[in-house]
Nanobody
Framework: QVQLVESGGGLVQAGVSLRLSCAASGRPISIRAMGWFRQAPGREREFVAAITWSGGRTFYADSVKGRFTISRDNAKNTVYLQMNSLKPEDTAVYYC?????????????????WGQGTQVTVSS
């Protein structure tokens, strides 16, 4: 089984940066594509960003493109989400997700593993 643990959330002001981390344990060898989703109060969970095993391909939601950057360190079984120029509308619980397949489209539609989430609150 795979466990994903997020960290790095917090309360920040608009315009600043924050970096989220997600560490995989258990059987991280079974993980390929990884990514981030978020869920704001009263809204459905939405896709944010994804990255393939090699890091050669990334994909972003239009709402974060140009502001957020996803990366990974396979030696540490960790994926990161660098969030710059944060806006109040970025406020949400951010979830790490992983797939057994190295296909971003599969990750975006049905991850095999989820983290517990970390709260990000951006004040205006």
């Amino acid at each position: 089984q795979v466990q994903l643990v997020e960290s790095g959330g917090g309360l920040v002001q608009a315009g600043v940066s924050l970096r989220l981390s997600c560490a995989a344990s258990g059987r991280p060898i079974s993980i390929r594509a990884m990514g981030w989703f978020r869920q704001a109060p009263g809204r459905e969970r939405e896709f944010v960003a994804a990255i393939t095993w090699s890091g050669g391909r990334t994909f972003y939601a239009d709402s974060v493109k140009g502001r957020f950057t996803i990366s990974r360190d396979n030696a540490k079984n960790t994926v990161y989400l660098q969030m710059n120029s944060l806006k109040p509308e970025d406020t949400a619980v951010y979830y790490c997700a992983a797939s057994r397949y190295d296909e971003i489209v599969i990750l975006t539609t049905g991850p095999h593993y989820w983290g517990q989430g970390t709260q990000v609150t951006v004040s205006s």
